[in-house]
């Protein structure tokens, strides 16, 4: 098998030996990606994976990140000759970006299969198949997950120390994404955008978005919030439309600022510096939409950089962060899935099912300063600290005991920090400075730019 997969990288996935296939830096990414799919594709369930499962994995991936260790780059070193003279001379060592992220990634690997791993001797929830479904009574799955089997829990719910310990998986799961993301879109930020792509745009920026798009961004009081309640965002295919939208538009205006294009049909009266505002404008709504459906498909840029990209160190990063996002994402999504299982037990009629993954797409994220980043990327390679139920239990009542004290009438007191804490009221979106959007935005939770994390 081994032989093969490596004949169909040297071939460029071109069998006939024509040398009309892909790329290597394609190849190996797509090859990365048909690893992940075939590993991982029908983790339908909240459970550990098999051992043979994890040792094909750990096999196949480390073979494919192999070649990163051959992808180098010159640095000066010093040497001292036999005749103890200091010599600055140039030596090899692995490419900066793989050496720092390569790493990184290996380790998010490692936790979501520890995390998975914590599921193993849990027994307060199950999976029904669809069959076993079918003969039963009660709710039915009305969402667009038909295909997943149906999580069960005892009929008065999960216990409180199982929710708690879900939502602290779910949140630590949710680290591992966000960190897996922010890796994906500074590789993507870092690639080049492919001639191919640009000349598929339209001549402006205003084509690109359509009028009502471009009304709502060329406002002279822009609210992004305000601009979010007049889009029709009811299904993935819209939000992602709205993200190609958004991207070429940015494309246009940035090549425009720097007169990188000479077609004269991309002429245009707009000043140079409103074009700047209205490209600003467009980076803090893709900003919020990232932020809002971390699950989207792809863009066609992204799909474009990918496809044209010849850098193969580059390609593993993108792909690799890729995976394992989405296994984060869908580790997440299991979760959830218990999560509206156990909150039907407490409110049979909820509304739709749209409403259970609303906190994958609405949940704030922290943002961190240099410092508390650079001590993150750190701990990445630290060994992986996860929580199995039973440990949770048994941290959860030192917790409790700890936070007990006695009236003097000899009655109990559990206290509650988070009780006391004021909740502070997020800030206002401030449209009249120029530059205020961003730093809004950054200041109630969305996701720092690329460019803004170094």
Do not use: C
């Amino acid at each position: 098998m081994m032989k093969e997969r490596f004949a169909k990288l040297l071939l460029g996935e071109d069998m006939s030996g024509g040398g009309k296939g892909v790329s290597s830096a394609l190849a190996l990414s797509n090859a990365i990606t048909n690893l992940a799919a075939s590993i991982f594709g029908e983790q339908w369930r909240l459970e550990p994976m098999s051992s043979e499962r994890k040792a094909r994995w750990r096999k196949e991936i480390d073979w494919l990140l192999s070649v990163t260790d051959h992808i180098v780059e010159f640095v000066p070193s010093q040497q001292k000759s036999k005749d103890g003279i200091n010599m600055e001379i140039m030596v090899t060592r692995q490419r900066t970006d793989l050496h720092m992220n390569i790493p990184a990634l290996r380790k998010l690997d490692a936790m979501l299969i520890d995390y998975l791993d914590n599921f193993k001797d849990q027994n307060e929830f199950w999976y029904v198949t669809k069959d076993e479904e079918d003969g039963e009574e009660g709710p039915r799955r009305k969402d667009d997950k038909w295909w997943l089997p149906r999580v069960k829990v005892p009929a008065n719910g999960l216990s409180e120390v199982s929710r708690k310990w879900l939502q602290f998986q779910k949140e630590s799961v949710n680290q591992v994404l966000k960190a897996a993301m922010a890796i994906n879109a500074q590789i993507l930020s870092e690639m080049e955008i492919p001639e191919a792509y640009v000349e598929s745009l339209p001549k402006n920026g205003r084509a690109s978005l359509g009028d009502s798009i471009y009304r709502g961004i060329t406002l002279e009081s822009f609210d992004p919030e305000q601009f979010f309640s007049t889009v029709d965002m009811s299904t993935e295919h819209l939000v992602l439309d709205l993200k190609n939208r958004i991207e070429a538009s940015i494309v246009i205006w940035k090549r425009k600022m720097t007169n990188k294009d000479g077609r004269s049909s991309w002429g245009s009266a707009v000043s140079l510096e409103k074009r700047e505002l209205f490209e600003e404008r467009a980076q803090t709504i893709l900003l919020m939409l990232k932020h809002r459906f971390p699950g989207i498909p792809q863009s066609a840029l992204d799909i474009s950089k990918i496809q044209y990209n010849m850098d193969v160190g580059q390609a593993v990063l993108e792909s690799y962060s890729r995976i394992l996002e989405s296994l984060a994402f869908t580790v997440m999504s299991r979760i959830e899935d218990v999560l509206y299982a156990d909150s039907l037990t407490q409110d049979p009629s909820p509304g739709d099912a749209k409403g259970r993954t609303s906190s994958l797409a609405a949940e704030p994220v922290k943002l961190l300063t240099a410092a508390e980043e650079e001590a993150k990327r750190t701990s990445w390679a630290e060994p992986p600290t996860s929580m199995t139920l039973s440990d949770f239990m048994g941290w959860h009542l030192e917790q409790e005991t700890e936070g007990e004290k006695k009236h003097p009438d000899g009655k109990q007191e559990t206290t509650n920090s988070l009780d006391k804490a004021p909740l502070a009221k997020p800030a206002d979106i401030v449209t009249t400075k120029r530059f205020s959007y961003i730093e809004k935005l950054e200041n109630l939770g969305g996701l720092r730019s690329p460019t803004a994390r170094h």
